[in-house]
């Protein structure tokens, strides 16, 4: 069969983008036929975790990637599309925070943040942790998934003498509904 799929896609000419064009139409076909053998696995019985040791990953992740979860307030399939720029929405805070810019970070709060986090105590916490680990020298690149209603965000932070997670939640309407600050396991 690997033969088969190879002569499909190998050529002798010089014409490497059609060839590479061909082996991606062939791996979208084959992502299509795996899809559809997890869904009649599914409907005939088989669990997550059947599923995710056939595919050689943990029963969450097969869910992650095949299953359509439901949302249990109205029984309608649940939006799993992280909010479009999360990720650089969480490396211009991340930016504003080692910057000092904490009015700019406080803005973005939605109402419920606003009430229980002032740009005082923002800028307190975030001078804690400089006190504690030193002075903030990087990020990673952001880690984006979606939860129910919002996007969440984990940051790799890296100050002089430790590192931390940065944990943002965004609303859809690019709000910031949780902003945590997670020291990392030595």
């Given amino acids: 069969m690997d033969a088969f799929l190879a002569s ?3 050529t002798s000419g010089d014409d ?5 064009g061909r082996a991606v139409r062939i791996q979208a076909a084959a992502d ?3 899809r559809a053998a997890v869904q009649q696995a ?7 975790q059947v599923v995710g040791d056939a595919l050689g990953v943990s029963r969450q992740a097969a869910f992650q990637r095949y299953g359509k979860p439901i949302d249990p307030r109205t029984g309608e399939p649940m939006n799993t599309t992280p909010l479009p720029g999360a990720a650089e929405l969480a490396s211009s805070v991340i930016h504003d925070l080692a910057s000092g810019k904490w009015s700019r970070v406080a803005e973005q709060f939605d109402p419920a943040m606003r009430d229980g986090l002032s740009e005082d105590a923002l800028a307190a916490a975030w001078a804690q942790i400089v006190g504690l680990s030193g002075a903030f020298e990087a990020h ?5 998934v979606r939860a129910g209603d919002v996007t969440i965000t984990n940051t790799l932070l890296s100050l002089e003498a430790g590192d931390f997670k940065a944990r943002i939640v965004f609303r859809d309407d690019r709000t910031i509904a949780g902003l945590h600050i997670l020291e990392q396991a030595s």
């Fill in 8 to 10: 499909r896609v190998l």
């Fill in 16 to 20: 490497w983008a059609a060839s590479i």
């Fill in 32 to 34: 299509d036929v795996v």
């Fill in 42 to 48: 599914r409907r005939n019985g088989a669990t997550w």
């Fill in 140 to 144: 990673g690149d952001p880690e984006v």
